[in-house]
């Protein structure tokens, strides 16, 4: 199985609503719950209309569609990130898996899947 490593920053964000959002765009996320409008995309998209956010997140994919019948692909890659002291933010998508870390513990993250993943740039 393949991580990728993908070339963008990304922040985390609360917002008022998605006006201002590009759903366009790639790597943009959403998710509206009854108390809140959350939003992951790259740092360069963040619409002005951001209550909250917080940068500095570097995403990975699992490379690949990822069957719904296959069971603990994602709580494996958390298991190892947790051991390391790395914490993680995930995203799922029809396809396949997200997992954010602080990119500053993404040496850390690629070294310690590596040791059962392949990992691409």
Same mark, same amino acid.
Request: charged residues 25%; aromatic residues 6%.
């Given at each position: 199985?393949?991580?990728?490593?993908l070339p963008? &920053?990304f922040?985390?964000?609360?917002?008022?609503?998605y006006t %201002?959002?590009? +759903?366009?765009? *790639?790597?943009?996320?959403?998710g509206?719950? *009854? =108390?809140?409008y959350? +939003?992951?995309?790259?740092? &360069? /998209?963040?619409? /002005?209309?951001t $209550?909250?956010?917080e940068? %500095?997140?570097? #995403?990975m994919?699992?490379? %690949?569609? $990822? &069957?719904f019948? /296959?069971? %603990?692909i /994602?709580? &494996?890659i #958390?298991?190892? +990130?947790?051991?390391? =002291?790395?914490?993680?933010? #995930?995203?799922?998508?029809y396809?396949?898996?997200?997992? +954010?870390?602080?990119k500053?513990?993404l =040496?850390?993250?690629?070294?310690?899947l590596? =040791?059962?993943?392949?990992?691409?740039?």
């Open positions: 199985m393949i991580i990728e490593v963008h &920053d922040s985390v964000c609360q917002v008022k609503d %201002g959002v590009d +759903l366009s765009q *790639d790597f943009v996320f959403t509206k719950t *009854d =108390e809140e959350s +939003l992951v995309c790259p740092t &360069d /998209l963040v619409p /002005l209309q $209550l909250k956010w940068d %500095g997140w570097v #995403a994919r699992v490379v %690949g569609v $990822l &069957d019948s /296959l069971i %603990g /994602l709580a &494996d #958390a298991s190892r +990130l947790a051991q390391a =002291e790395v914490s993680l933010f #995930a995203l799922s998508t396809n396949t898996d997200y997992i +954010l870390i602080k500053e513990k =040496e850390v993250a690629m070294h310690i590596g =040791e059962k993943y392949e990992i691409k740039c």
